[in-house]
C-alpha cells in the first residue's frame, strides 16, 4: 500500500547520479591501470548477471545453474558480431577454419544481439527444463549449459565460433566510442551505464505486476496457478529475461577481456554467480550488486597478497604462495554463511528510509527494529 | 443462462486403487449456497480439486455455466466400471483438461483448506497480485511503466476491496502476521479480487471458535449477496452448514449418500450412520 514519496525517489537517482560521477572523475584522475578499473568493471559485470541470476532463483524461486552457458552464448554472439570482416577474411582468428559470418556490426546492436541469442535459446530449453522442479531444474540447467559449450567447442561449427581457439580482435571497451564522435568512451563508465539500464530494467520489471506474479509463484505455485496466474508463462518468462540479461553480461565480459574462449564457462562460473547471489541475500537486488563488488575486489585484489608472497605487510613466502588465497577465501566464506546465513541482506533492499532508520534511536519494543525498508 | 451454475456429472477421481471421488453428480444453482459435507477423507477436496482443474478426474464430465470445463471420457476397459449404463452419454464429447489457471479465468475462485497466502508478501501485495490474471497489460508495457493507468486502477481497486473487508488497517503487515481468522478472511478477499461468479470455500471456519464461525457465516453471506455471487463450500462445522446453507450434499467413501435442505439431510439415517457407525 504505501507508496514510495517524491522525495525518496529522486534521493534515490540522485545516489546513482553520484555514482557515475565518482566513476567519471575516478577514471579521469586514477591511472587506468590501477586494479581499481579491473574490480569496478568486473564487479558491475558480474552484478549483472548475479542479478539476473536472482531474478530467477530468489524472485521466481526457480533454482536455475545454466548462467555461465547463456553468459557464452552472449560473449560469442557478441565476438562474432563485432568482429570486423576485413579480420574474419584473413587467418588472424580463423586459422583452421574459413569464416562463414561475412557481416560486423556495432557494439550496440551486438550487445541486444547478444542478449536475444541466449534469450531465443532459453526460450527453447525452457519447454521441457521448466516442468522440473527444484534440484532436477538445476540438474537440468546446469547440464544445458555444458552442452552449449561443448556444442561451442564443437569442430564442425568451427567456421562460426572459430572451433576451440581463441576469439579476440572484436570490438572490446577501448573501442567504444562517444556516439557521433571519435572520442573513447571512458570504459568503466561505460560498463557501469550498461549494467545499470540493464539492472534498472529488472528492477522495473520486479516491481511490476509481473514481479509481483513471479513472487507469487516463489511463495506458492498451487495458490498462484489457482489466482489465476499461468505457471508455465510466468516461468518460461523469467527464464527467457534472466538469460538475455546473463547473455549481455557475457557480452560485456567478452568486451572487457579483449579475448573470450568457450573452456573459460565453466560450471565453476556459475558456482561463482551463485556464491555471489547467496552471499548478497537471495531476493536482494542491491545485496547482490554489494556482494558481487565485495567478491571480485577480495579475490581480484585485497587477497591477492596472499598469492604472492607478502600480505597486509608481511613477508612470508612459505605461507602466501600461489593457492592460499583460495584457502582463505573459503574460509571467509563459510564465516559469511555462518553468520549471515540469510546473506548479507537477507531479502531486504537499500533503501534511504532504511539508512536513516540505523541512526535513529531504536524503539524500545523488542523485535520491532528493522535495519533495511521493504523496498527500495 | 442455464439454472445452474455448476453442475458435476458422473465424476470419478481415482488414485491407484483408491476410488476417492465415485461418480459424484451435483449441481450448484445460482446465487445458491450449497454446502458438501461427509466425514474425514470422504473425498470432499478431491472433489473441488477436480472442479478447479489441479487433477484431471478419472471419468467425468463438469460443467459451469452450461459450457463443459471439464471431461473426460471412460477409456478402454474403464469404461464399463465407471461409466456404466451411461457409457453412451460421453460418445462424441471432446476432452477437457484445463489447468488452475484456466479454471480460475472462467470465473471460479477458490480458497483452501490449509491456508494458502503468499508469505513474503503483505496484506495489501496479496491481493493485488490475484488482479494480475485480468489486467490489461503485458510484460513490455508494464516493466516500462506505460501501462502506469492499469497498476493504478489495480491499487484502487484492491484498496477499496480492502476496505470493504476491514483489512485496509492491515496493508502494509506480512500476511502471515495476520491472526489466523484475518487470514482466512484475507484468503476470501484474494479470491474475490480474481472477480469470480462462483466461489468455493474449502473449509472457511476450520480452527475457529463458535462465534468466530458465526461472524463468518455472516460475511459469507453479505459477499455473496455485494458481489451477486453462488457459493460452494465445504465444511466440517454443523452449525454452519446447518444456519448459512440453503442445500446440503453429503458424501461418504466418494459417494454421494444424500442430498436436500439442512432438515432434510439433518434427518437422513444414511447421513446419522456415515457420521456416527450404524448403531
Same mark, same amino acid.
Given at each position: 500500500?504505501?507508496?514510495?514519496?517524491?522525495?525518496?525517489?529522486?534521493?534515490?537517482?540522485?545516489?546513482?547520479?553520484?555514482?557515475?560521477?565518482?566513476?567519471?572523475?575516478?577514471?579521469?584522475?586514477?591511472?587506468?591501470?590501477?586494479?581499481?578499473?579491473?574490480?569496478?568493471?568486473?564487479?558491475?559485470?558480474?552484478?549483472?548477471?548475479?542479478?539476473?541470476?536472482?531474478?530467477?532463483?530468489?524472485?521466481?524461486?526457480?533454482?536455475?545453474?545454466?548462467? &555461465?552457458?547463456?553468459?557464452?552464448?552472449?560473449?560469442?554472439?557478441?565476438?562474432?558480431?563485432?568482429?570486423?570482416?576485413?579480420?574474419?577474411?584473413?587467418?588472424?582468428?580463423?586459422?583452421?577454419?574459413?569464416? &562463414?559470418?561475412?557481416?560486423?556490426?556495432?557494439?550496440?546492436?551486438?550487445?541486444?544481439?547478444?542478449?536475444?541469442?541466449?534469450?531465443?535459446?532459453?526460450?527453447?530449453?525452457?519447454?521441457?527444463?521448466?516442468?522440473?522442479?527444484?534440484?532436477?531444474?538445476?540438474?537440468?540447467?546446469?547440464?544445458? &549449459?555444458?552442452?552449449?559449450?561443448?556444442?561451442?567447442?564443437?569442430?564442425?561449427?568451427?567456421?562460426?565460433?572459430?572451433?576451440?581457439?581463441?576469439?579476440?580482435?572484436?570490438?572490446?571497451?577501448?573501442?567504444?566510442?562517444?556516439?557521433?564522435?571519435?572520442?573513447?568512451?571512458?570504459?568503466?563508465?561505460?560498463?557501469?551505464?550498461?549494467?545499470?539500464?540493464?539492472?534498472?530494467?529488472?528492477?522495473?520489471?520486479?516491481?511490476?505486476?509481473?514481479?509481483?506474479?513471479?513472487?507469487?509463484?516463489?511463495?506458492?505455485?498451487?495458490?498462484?496457478?489457482?489466482?489465476?496466474?499461468?505457471?508455465?508463462?510466468?516461468?518460461?518468462?523469467?527464464?527467457?529475461?534472466?538469460?538475455?540479461?546473463?547473455?549481455?553480461?557475457?557480452?560485456?565480459?567478452?568486451?572487457?577481456?579483449?579475448?573470450?574462449? &568457450?573452456?573459460?564457462?565453466?560450471?565453476?562460473?556459475?558456482?561463482?554467480?551463485?556464491?555471489?547471489?547467496?552471499?548478497?541475500?537471495?531476493?536482494?537486488?542491491?545485496?547482490?550488486?554489494?556482494?558481487?563488488?565485495?567478491?571480485?575486489?577480495?579475490?581480484?585484489?585485497?587477497?591477492?597478497?596472499?598469492?604472492?608472497?607478502?600480505?597486509?605487510?608481511?613477508?612470508?613466502?612459505?605461507?602466501?604462495?600461489?593457492?592460499?588465497?583460495?584457502?582463505?577465501?573459503?574460509?571467509?566464506?563459510?564465516?559469511?554463511?555462518?553468520?549471515?546465513?540469510?546473506?548479507?541482506?537477507?531479502?531486504?533492499?537499500?533503501?534511504?528510509?532504511?539508512?536513516?532508520?540505523?541512526?535513529?534511536?531504536?524503539?524500545?519494543?523488542?523485535?520491532?527494529?528493522?535495519?533495511?525498508?521493504?523496498?527500495? | 443462462?442455464?439454472?445452474?451454475?455448476?453442475?458435476?456429472?458422473?465424476?470419478?477421481?481415482?488414485?491407484?486403487?483408491?476410488?476417492?471421488?465415485?461418480?459424484?453428480?451435483?449441481?450448484?444453482?445460482?446465487?445458491?449456497?450449497?454446502?458438501?459435507?461427509?466425514?474425514?477423507?470422504?473425498?470432499?477436496?478431491?472433489?473441488?480439486?477436480?472442479?478447479?482443474?489441479?487433477?484431471?478426474?478419472?471419468?467425468?464430465?463438469?460443467?459451469?455455466?452450461?459450457?463443459?470445463?471439464?471431461?473426460? $471420457?471412460?477409456?478402454?476397459?474403464?469404461?464399463?466400471?465407471?461409466?456404466?449404463?451411461?457409457?453412451?452419454?460421453?460418445?462424441?464429447?471432446?476432452?477437457?483438461?484445463?489447468?488452475?489457471?484456466?479454471?480460475?479465468?472462467?470465473?471460479?475462485?477458490?480458497?483452501?483448506?490449509?491456508?494458502?497466502?503468499?508469505?513474503?508478501?503483505?496484506?495489501?501485495?496479496?491481493?493485488?497480485?490475484?488482479?494480475?490474471?485480468?489486467?490489461?497489460?503485458?510484460?513490455?508495457?508494464?516493466?516500462?511503466?506505460?501501462? $502506469?493507468?492499469?497498476?493504478?486502477?489495480?491499487?484502487?481497486?484492491?484498496?477499496?476491496?480492502?476496505?470493504?473487508?476491514?483489512?485496509?488497517?492491515?496493508?502494509?503487515?506480512?500476511?502471515?502476521?495476520?491472526?489466523?481468522?484475518?487470514?482466512?478472511?484475507?484468503?476470501?478477499?484474494?479470491?474475490?479480487?480474481?472477480?469470480?461468479?462462483?466461489?468455493?470455500?474449502?473449509?472457511?471456519?476450520?480452527?475457529?471458535?463458535?462465534?468466530?464461525?458465526?461472524?463468518?457465516?455472516?460475511?459469507?453471506?453479505?459477499?455473496?449477496?455485494?458481489?451477486?455471487?453462488?457459493?460452494?463450500?465445504?465444511? $466440517?462445522?454443523?452449525?454452519?452448514?446447518?444456519?448459512?446453507?440453503?442445500?446440503?450434499?453429503?458424501?461418504?467413501?466418494?459417494?454421494?449418500?444424500? $442430498?436436500?435442505?439442512?432438515?432434510?439431510?439433518?434427518?437422513?439415517?444414511?447421513?446419522?450412520?456415515?457420521?456416527?457407525?450404524?448403531?
Amino acid at each position: 500500500m504505501r507508496k514510495k514519496s517524491k522525495t525518496e525517489l529522486w534521493i534515490a537517482f540522485g545516489a546513482v547520479a553520484l555514482v557515475y560521477i565518482a566513476v567519471f572523475i575516478l577514471e579521469r584522475t586514477v591511472n587506468s591501470s590501477h586494479i581499481l578499473f579491473t574490480v569496478l568493471k568486473k564487479g558491475a559485470i558480474y552484478s549483472l548477471v548475479a542479478v539476473s541470476m536472482n531474478l530467477l532463483n530468489g524472485f521466481t524461486g526457480l533454482f536455475s545453474l545454466g548462467q &555461465a552457458g547463456f553468459m557464452l552464448i552472449g560473449a560469442y554472439t557478441y565476438a562474432i558480431f563485432t568482429m570486423p570482416v576485413e579480420i574474419k577474411i584473413t587467418d588472424q582468428v580463423y586459422k583452421y577454419y574459413e569464416c &562463414a559470418v561475412n557481416f560486423d556490426t556495432g557494439i550496440f546492436v551486438a550487445l541486444i544481439c547478444a542478449g536475444l541469442a541466449a534469450a531465443v535459446f532459453a526460450a527453447l530449453i525452457g519447454l521441457p527444463v521448466l516442468r522440473l522442479k527444484s534440484d532436477y531444474l538445476a540438474i537440468a540447467t546446469l547440464g544445458f &549449459a555444458e552442452i552449449i559449450r561443448a556444442i561451442f567447442q564443437w569442430d564442425s561449427l568451427g567456421p562460426v565460433t572459430n572451433g576451440a581457439n581463441v576469439m579476440r580482435q572484436y570490438k572490446d571497451l577501448t573501442d567504444v566510442r562517444i556516439p557521433f564522435t571519435d572520442i573513447p568512451f571512458p570504459s568503466t563508465l561505460y560498463v557501469f551505464l550498461a549494467t545499470g539500464v540493464c539492472v534498472a530494467l529488472i528492477v522495473l520489471l520486479i516491481n511490476s505486476s509481473y514481479g509481483r506474479a513471479f513472487k507469487a509463484i516463489r511463495d506458492d505455485e498451487i495458490a498462484a496457478e489457482a489466482m489465476g496466474i499461468n505457471l508455465f508463462k510466468h516461468k518460461q518468462m523469467s527464464f527467457v529475461i534472466s538469460s538475455f540479461f546473463a547473455g549481455v553480461s557475457g557480452a560485456l565480459l567478452a568486451m572487457y577481456q579483449f579475448t573470450v574462449q &568457450a573452456a573459460q564457462f565453466k560450471s565453476a562460473m556459475t558456482y561463482e554467480i551463485l556464491l555471489i547471489v547467496v552471499i548478497g541475500g537471495i531476493g536482494s537486488i542491491s545485496g547482490s550488486g554489494i556482494a558481487s563488488f565485495l567478491y571480485v575486489a577480495a579475490s581480484e585484489w585485497w587477497l591477492r597478497g596472499l598469492d604472492m608472497g607478502r600480505f597486509l605487510g608481511i613477508d612470508s613466502a612459505s605461507v602466501f604462495r600461489s593457492g592460499f588465497r583460495r584457502f582463505v577465501f573459503s574460509i571467509i566464506i563459510m564465516l559469511i554463511v555462518l553468520f549471515f546465513s540469510r546473506g548479507l541482506m537477507g531479502d531486504r533492499e537499500i533503501s534511504f528510509r532504511g539508512i536513516a532508520g540505523l541512526f535513529r534511536p531504536r524503539p524500545k519494543m523488542p523485535g520491532a527494529a528493522k535495519g533495511g525498508g521493504s523496498d527500495a | 443462462m442455464p439454472e445452474n451454475v455448476l453442475r458435476l456429472q458422473d465424476v470419478t477421481m481415482q488414485f491407484g486403487g483408491v476410488v476417492a471421488v465415485n461418480n459424484l453428480s451435483l449441481e450448484v444453482n445460482r446465487g445458491e449456497i450449497v454446502a458438501l459435507i461427509g466425514p474425514n477423507g470422504a473425498g470432499k477436496t478431491t472433489a473441488f480439486n477436480c472442479v478447479t482443474g489441479v487433477y484431471e478426474p478419472t471419468n467425468g464430465l463438469v460443467s459451469f455455466n452450461g459450457e463443459t470445463i471439464v471431461a473426460n $471420457h471412460p477409456r478402454g476397459k474403464m469404461k464399463k466400471l465407471y461409466a456404466g449404463e451411461n457409457a453412451k452419454a460421453y460418445l462424441g464429447v471432446k476432452t477437457f483438461d484445463p489447468t488452475p489457471d484456466q479454471i480460475t479465468r472462467l470465473g471460479i475462485a477458490r480458497t483452501f483448506q490449509n491456508i494458502r497466502l503468499w508469505k513474503s508478501m503483505t496484506v495489501f501485495d496479496n491481493v493485488l497480485t490475484a488482479k494480475h490474471m485480468r489486467a490489461k497489460h503485458n510484460v513490455l508495457t508494464a516493466t516500462l511503466r506505460i501501462s $502506469h493507468r492499469e497498476e493504478k486502477r489495480m491499487r484502487e481497486e484492491t484498496a477499496a476491496l480492502l476496505e470493504e473487508q476491514n483489512l485496509l488497517r492491515y496493508a502494509d503487515d506480512l500476511a502471515v502476521s495476520l491472526p489466523y481468522g484475518l487470514q482466512r478472511r484475507l484468503e476470501i478477499a484474494r479470491a474475490l479480487a480474481t472477480d469470480p461468479t462462483l466461489l468455493l470455500l474449502d473449509e472457511p471456519a476450520a480452527g475457529m471458535n463458535p462465534q468466530e464461525t458465526q461472524e463468518l457465516g455472516e460475511f459469507i453471506v453479505q459477499i455473496k449477496n455485494k458481489y451477486d455471487l453462488t457459493v460452494f463450500m465445504i465444511e $466440517h462445522h454443523m452449525d454452519l452448514v446447518m444456519k448459512f446453507s440453503e442445500r446440503i450434499y453429503v458424501i461418504d467413501f466418494g459417494k454421494l449418500i444424500s $442430498h436436500g435442505t439442512p432438515a432434510v439431510v439433518q434427518a437422513d439415517p444414511r447421513v446419522i450412520n456415515a457420521y456416527l457407525g450404524v448403531s
